[in-house]
C-alpha cells in the first residue's frame, strides 16, 4: 500500500520486516511484517501493519535476541523517533506489540545497529541535531530504550556493528 523504504530479516530468519510510508493512512508510515516459510513463501501476520510512529520508517533492527524490533522513523525536517515492538510466538504464529515508549532521535534518522552483547542501539540521523544517540535497555521495562550519549559532531548516514 505504501513506499517500502526499508527491510531487515529477523536474527532467526523467521520474519521479513518492511518499512513502509503511508503504509496505515495517508501520512503515516508502517512496519510490514512477515513470515518465512521453509520454501520462502511469504505470509503477512496478523495486524500487519502497524504505525510505525512516524512518516518514514527509515531503518529497521531486529534484536539480536528475536524478540524485539526497533523501527527508526522520520517526521519531516524534524527530530526523528524510535518506535519498537514486542514479538511474541505462540506456536509459530507471531504477533507484535507496540511498546508504550518511544524516543527520540536527531533529524530525519538513517541507521539502527545493536552491539554484539546485546547492551546498546546507536542511531545515526542525516541531518543531525544530534547526528549519533545511544540508547541501552532499560533494566525494569523489558524492550524499552533510556537515552545515554550523544554527539552533534560526528556526521555519517549510515552504521554498521562487528558481532
Do not use: C
Not at 27 to 37: D, K, P, Q
Not at 60 to 81: F, M
Not at 92 to 116: I, R
Not at 122 to 144: E, H, K, W
Amino acid at each position: 500500500a505504501g513506499s517500502a523504504l526499508s527491510v531487515a530479516v529477523d536474527p532467526s530468519t523467521r520474519l521479513l520486516y518492511i518499512g513502509e510510508a503511508d503504509a496505515v493512512s495517508s501520512s503515516g508510515g508502517g512496519l510490514r511484517a512477515f513470515t518465512i516459510g521453509t520454501t520462502g513463501t511469504l505470509t503477512e501476520i496478523s495486524g500487519s501493519p502497524m504505525s510505525s510512529g512516524g512518516t518514514g520508517p527509515r531503518a529497521i533492527l531486529p534484536k539480536a535476541t528475536g524478540d524485539y524490533v526497533y523501527v527508526a522513523n522520520w517526521n519531516g525536517a524534524s527530530a526523528g523517533n524510535i518506535t519498537g515492538f514486542s514479538l511474541t510466538d505462540t506456536n509459530s504464529v507471531f504477533s507484535l506489540t507496540a511498546l508504550s515508549n518511544a524516543v527520540a532521535t536527531g533529524d530525519e534518522p538513517m541507521g539502527l545497529v545493536e552491539d554484539s552483547d546485546s547492551n546498546f542501539v546507536i542511531a545515526v540521523s542525516a541531518l543531525g541535531n544530534p547526528y549519533l544517540n545511544a540508547y541501552y535497555f532499560d533494566t525494569t521495562t523489558a524492550g524499552q530504550l533510556d537515552a545515554t550519549i550523544t554527539s552533534s559532531t560526528f556526521e555519517g548516514t549510515a552504521i554498521a556493528a562487528e558481532h
